[in-house]
Each structure stands twice: as C-alpha cells, then as structure tokens.
C-alpha cells in the first residue's frame, strides 16, 4: 500500500505563497496520475490541480488557474503544489491524491483516485 505524505502547509497571509509537497513511497510513483484536493470546513472537498505520470499533461481548476502550479519530479517520488497569490477563500486542508492505474489526470479530476494522503492545512489570513 503506498503512502502519500503531504508537508509545506502553514499560515501565510493573504498575497502570499507556499509550496505544498507530497511524498510517495514505493517504487511505482511513476505510474500515476498525481493531484491535489482541498477541503475547506464545513465543505466537500473538491478539485485542485492534477498532472499526468511523465508530466505532459496537467489539469487545474478553474478556481485556482494562473495562481496554482502542479510538478512532480519522479525521481524523487514527490509531487508538489506552488500555491502564489493566495487568497482567504484558498483556506483549507489539502490533500495529495494517487490517481487509478492507467488513468490520466483528467480522470483523478473527476474523483479517480486510489490513495489519499492524510492532509496539511493551509490558512490564509486577510
């Protein structure tokens, strides 16, 4: 069973950055679609950003376009989140998430996901 391990969240106020990390265990990190949910309180969680197994293709949400970046480096079995011009409503807990095999990110979007990390919170002070 793989481990997603989230890190990087924090406290920032409002305009700043952070840049979120997950690292994976075992050796099939490359196989994956990777991607990111966020789940404010009181909500569902939803959608962030989603890249493809060799990094060709990412998907973001409409909410955090031009904003939010997705990367991974398969080499070190880690897939990050640069999170700039945060904003009091980006507040929540965020998630890494394992897509399905043979799966693309499109399909992680869609809530194709396999394995979760445990989460990190971010908040955004005004």
């Known amino acids: 069973q793989v481990q997603l391990v989230e890190s990087g969240g924090g406290l920032v106020q409002a305009g700043g950055s952070l840049r979120l990390s997950c690292a994976a265990s075992?050796?099939?990190?490359?196989?994956?679609?990777m991607g990111w949910f966020r789940q404010a309180p009181g909500k569902e969680r939803d959608f962030v950003a989603a890249?493809?197994?060799?990094?060709?293709?990412?998907n973001i949400a409409d909410s955090v376009t031009g904003r939010f970046t997705i990367s991974r480096d398969n080499g070190k079995n880690t897939v990050y989140l640069q999170m700039n011009s945060l904003k009091p409503e980006d507040t929540a807990v965020y998630y890494c998430?394992?897509?399905?095999?043979?799966?693309?990110?499109?399909?992680?979007?869609?809530?194709?996901?396999?394995?979760w990390g445990k989460g990190t919170l971010v908040t955004v002070s005004s």
């Open positions: 890249i493809s197994w060799n990094i060709a293709t990412t």
């Open positions: 998430a394992r897509g399905r095999l043979n799966y693309g990110p499109g399909s992680l979007a869609r809530g194709g996901v396999d394995n």
């Open positions: 075992g050796r099939t990190f490359g196989n994956y679609a």
